[in-house]
């Protein structure tokens, strides 16, 4: 009875005893890799889930805290033009655009020269009729009835 009482206590102690994470393949740190230098995300909430890895493997992975990001990694800020100046049309464009209908609205009017004559074709080769089936009796016509009776 002692060693029933004794194997229930330790069980759940023994699993307190091991250091790292408790997995199958050995622990979930080889899964993910440590970043040697800060990652920055584009958006608010992309940067709030890489600071919650990275957090997450320095807690629970013992991972150092990642080095500050050299600048040679970050990219060259984007130069801001002014858009391009919206072009004026030219005086006989603005007369045009208004004297004639838009190119959707035009209607084309078909020429009156008629069509030329198709070249000669031969004519297909003749095709030969039917046999003509032998005459039916009236039982069958009465058993299997078609359409041409």
Same mark, same amino acid.
């Given at each position: 009875?002692?060693?029933?009482?004794?194997?229930?206590?330790?069980?759940?102690?023994?699993?307190c005893g091991h250091g790292g994470p408790a997995s199958i393949a050995g622990g979930e740190c080889r899964i993910f890799e440590r970043p040697q230098?800060?990652?920055?995300?584009?958006?608010?909430?992309?940067?709030?889930?890489?600071?919650?890895?990275v957090e997450g493997g320095v807690g629970g992975c013992n991972w150092k805290r990642p080095a500050q990001r050299p600048p040679a990694l970050d990219?060259?800020?984007?130069?801001?033009? @002014? %858009? &391009? #100046?919206?072009?004026?049309?030219?005086?006989?464009?603005?007369?045009?655009?208004? *004297?004639? /209908? $838009?190119? !959707? =609205?035009?209607?084309?009017?078909?020429?009156?020269?008629? @069509? %030329? &004559? #198709?070249?000669?074709?031969?004519?297909?080769?003749?095709?030969?009729?039917?046999? *003509?089936? /032998? $005459?039916? !009796? =009236?039982?069958?016509?009465?058993?299997?009835?078609?359409?041409?009776?």
């Amino acid at each position: 009875m002692r060693v029933v009482l004794a194997a229930i206590i330790t069980l759940p102690l023994a699993a307190c005893g091991h250091g790292g994470p408790a997995s199958i393949a050995g622990g979930e740190c080889r899964i993910f890799e440590r970043p040697q230098y800060e990652v920055l995300g584009r958006q608010p909430y992309d940067q709030d889930w890489i600071d919650s890895q990275v957090e997450g493997g320095v807690g629970g992975c013992n991972w150092k805290r990642p080095a500050q990001r050299p600048p040679a990694l970050d990219a060259a800020p984007v130069r801001q033009t @002014a %858009p &391009a #100046p919206i072009k004026r049309k030219s005086l006989v464009r603005r007369i045009r655009d208004r *004297v004639l /209908p $838009p190119a !959707s =609205a035009r209607i084309e009017v078909a020429p009156d020269v008629p @069509a %030329p &004559a #198709p070249p000669y074709a031969p004519a297909p080769p003749a095709i030969e009729p039917r046999p *003509v089936p /032998p $005459p039916r !009796s =009236a039982i069958e016509k009465l058993l299997q009835p078609r359409d041409d009776d």
